[in-house]
């Protein structure tokens, strides 16, 4: 799943917030709840660069 569909996917399901940690799965915020993304596996540093990086400035990049 990219970035973009788990952005659609939050607002389909009403979430508030995308949480995106190493050692976890990828997890909608849902009326206060944390929910896994269904189908999503526990996201490693690589994964999560693949997601966040599309979203940031070069600069940012840089940064991190």
Known sequence: MTIEEMLTLCVTQNAS????????PP????????IPIEGEA?????????LVY???SQELKDQL
Do not use: F, K
């Not at 997890?27 to 944390?34: E, S, T």
């Open 27 to 34: 997890m909608l915020r849902v009326n206060g709840d944390l």
């Open 17 to 24: 917030d995308i949480h995106l940690i190493v050692g976890s």
């Open 54 to 56: 599309p979203l940031l």
């Open 42 to 50: 526990v996201l490693e540093p690589a994964r999560s660069q693949e």
